[in-house]
C-alpha cells in the first residue's frame, strides 16, 4: 500500500491510501526437459534445477510415462503428433 499526499490551494492536506499491484519485471519464464531413464536409473530434484531463478517463484511438474512423450498413448498415434 501506498500514500499519495494531495495539498489543496486552501485547507488541511489529503491523504489517499492506495493498493499498488507489483508485477514481475518480465514474462514468465518456462524450461521443458525430457529426460529417459533406464531401467534402475534414477533422478534427482534439487534446487540445480531452480539456479538462477529468483527464490521461492518456480515450480516443478514431473510427468512419468506415456504423458510425457515416452510411449504413444495409442496404437498408431505418438504422442504430440
Do not use: W
Not at 533406464?38 to 534427482?44: D, H, K, R, V
Request: glycine share 16%; hydrophobic share 40%.
Amino acid at each position: 500500500m501506498g500514500i499519495v499526499p494531495a495539498v489543496p490551494p486552501a485547507g488541511p492536506p489529503l491523504n489517499k491510501q492506495l493498493t499498488r499491484g507489483v508485477r514481475a519485471a518480465s514474462a514468465p519464464q518456462t524450461t521443458s526437459t525430457l529426460t529417459t531413464l533406464q531401467p534402475g536409473e534414477s533422478l534427482t530434484l534439487d534446487g540445480t534445477k531452480f539456479a538462477g531463478m529468483v527464490p521461492h517463484t518456480g515450480t516443478l511438474t514431473l510427468a512419468i510415462g506415456a504423458v510425457a512423450g515416452g510411449m504413444p498413448l495409442y496404437p498408431g498415434f505418438a504422442a504430440g503428433g
